[in-house]
T-cell receptor, first 112, second 111 residues
Framework: EDQVTQSPEALRLQEGESSSLNCSYTVSGLRGLFWYRQDPGKGPEFLFTLYSAGEEKEKERLKATLTKKESFLHITAPKPEDSATYLCAVQAAMDSNYQLIWGAGTKLIIKP | DAGITQSPRHKVTETGTPVTLRCHQTENHRYMYWYRQDPGHGLRLIHYSYGVKDTDKGEVSDGYSVSRSKTEDFLLTLESATSSQTSVYFC??????????FGPGTRLTVL
């Protein structure tokens, strides 16, 4: 069964304290792995797509990496405005309707 | 930002009444999706559409129906709302690159 597991469920960091969020997945052929950010009361905001093992994408203090079994979202020197829930999703290569399989998310809190 | 709007943004209704939520896009994307998001469950797919008048069920479709008569509009209907359908509903759109882009959400409360 295709599934996505994110860990930890919640992470509290001090401002400037770097860390990583994990997204483990099992899927029968990966078309893409997607990272989103969601702020309270808003819809998920697209961050990155990763397509193959070894690929990396960066945006400001965020860097996403991909292996054959998991993805990491590295947060370098975070600021309070990076506080949000981060969602991971995968898309199976055989899915012709581009459906996403979602993880439950990691709630990140950055304290000043 | 992707051009996606949802209406209404907030709605309170009573058990047994019909409710229709609207999703409107200006991106001309083929694929549209309705999700619900509840604490402890994350995002769950209700229905999706892969073209005008082409729709299919997601994992939590019971009690919901959808219609898509134009590329830009995707309607979600609760025929007879129940308290278990109290949730936040998100619409998303996708082109063939795979990324989904989300609307702002509708917060529905069924009393």
């Amino acid at each position: 069964e295709d599934q996505v597991t994110q860990s930890p469920e919640a992470l509290r960091l001090q401002e400037g304290e770097s860390s990583s969020l994990n997204c483990s997945y099992t899927v029968s052929g990966l078309r893409g792995l997607f990272w989103y950010r969601q702020d309270p009361g808003k819809g998920p905001e697209f961050l990155f797509t990763l397509y193959s093992a070894g690929e990396e994408k960066e945006k400001e203090r965020l860097k996403a990496t991909l292996t054959k079994k998991e993805s990491f979202l590295h947060i370098t020197a975070p600021k309070p405005e990076d506080s949000a829930t981060y969602l991971c999703a995968v898309q199976a290569a055989m899915d012709s309707n581009y459906q996403l399989i979602w993880g439950a998310g990691t709630k990140l809190i950055i304290k000043p | 930002d992707a051009g996606i709007t949802q209406s209404p943004r907030h709605k309170v209704t009573e058990t047994g009444t019909p409710v229709t939520l609207r999703c409107h896009q200006t991106e001309n994307h083929r694929y549209m999706y309705w999700y619900r998001q509840d604490p402890g469950h994350g995002l769950r797919l209700i229905h999706y559409s892969y073209g005008v008048k082409d729709t299919d069920k997601g994992e939590v479709s019971d009690g919901y129906s959808v219609s898509r008569s134009k590329t830009e509009d995707f309607l979600l209907t609760l025929e007879s709302a129940t308290s278990s359908q109290t949730s936040v509903y998100f619409c998303a759109i996708s082109g063939t690159s795979g990324e989904q882009f989300f609307g702002p959400g509708t917060r529905l409360t069924v009393l």
